[in-house]
């Protein structure tokens, strides 16, 4: 099956810019989504496709995916962007979605 | 506005087996479909299986399709996922998730916990 390589953690502080990457081999073909997790809540989605903010989420969340990375990057980044966050994309191998492992962003 | 609402916690014992309710609301019921995702304590997300509203075609995670069922009741806009011969580690958050397409969800509920305990 198709694994997803996302690091532990990434702390940031305040007002600054984080980025989380997804690796997976040719990752850059393949459709990537990131989704947010706030403690003790469900997940929402804030990346589809690469790079497509859904309604709601701030600019301040984007996307791109290249070669054998996918990057969520979070700019001036706030306290309550504190969570986890997975990428997922679609095993053509398997026929069904698969996450990383999650990241856990902390600010600072 | 969509709306996913997931059925109440539940404890059960090894060897039996739950129902975790999944309601939609704010949309066309059957132009989505629905995927269930479970994640254990501190664990992260798992796939678990899909349904298609239109027609009720399912498919399954591997390693549960013998012990995972969805159904569906269009005219209530709900899906069911039964999980059968539980084990402790079947101890989860379990989700249902709205799917635009097979390889994406866009809407989560809030999650059922089911806790698997002698």
């Known amino acids: 099956s198709y694994v997803l390589t996302q690091p532990l953690s990434v702390s940031v502080a305040p007002g600054k810019t984080a980025t989380i990457t997804c690796g997976g081999n040719?990752?850059?073909?393949?459709?990537v989504h990131w989704h947010q997790q706030r403690p003790g809540q469900a997940p929402i989605l804030v990346i589809s496709y690469d790079t497509d903010r859904p309604s709601g989420i701030p600019e301040r969340f984007s996307g791109s995916n290249s070669g054998n990375t996918a990057t969520l990057t979070i700019s001036r980044v706030e306290a309550g962007d504190e969570a986890d966050y997975y990428c997922q994309v679609w095993d053509s191998s398997s026929d069904h979605p698969v996450f990383g492992g999650g990241t856990k962003l902390t600010v600072l | 506005q969509v709306h996913l609402v997931q059925s109440g916690a539940e404890v059960k014992k090894p060897g039996a087996s739950v129902n975790v309710s999944c309601k939609a609301s704010?949309?066309?019921?059957?132009?989505?479909?629905i995927h269930w995702v479970r994640q254990a304590p501190g664990q992260g997300l798992e796939w678990m299986g899909i349904?298609?509203?239109?027609?009720?075609?399912?498919d399954y995670l591997q390693k549960l399709q013998d012990r995972v069922t969805l159904t569906m009741d269009t005219s209530a806009s709900a899906v069911y996922m039964e999980v059968r011969r539980l084990r402790s580690e079947d101890t989860a958050i379990y989700y249902c998730?709205?799917?635009?397409?097979?390889?994406?969800?866009?809407?989560w509920g809030q999650g059922t916990l089911v806790t698997v305990s002698s």
């Open positions: 704010g949309y066309t019921f059957t132009d989505y479909y």
């Open positions: 040719n990752i850059g073909s393949e459709s």
């Open positions: 998730a709205r799917g635009p397409t097979i390889s994406t969800f866009d809407n």
């Open positions: 349904i298609n509203p239109t027609g009720g075609g399912t």
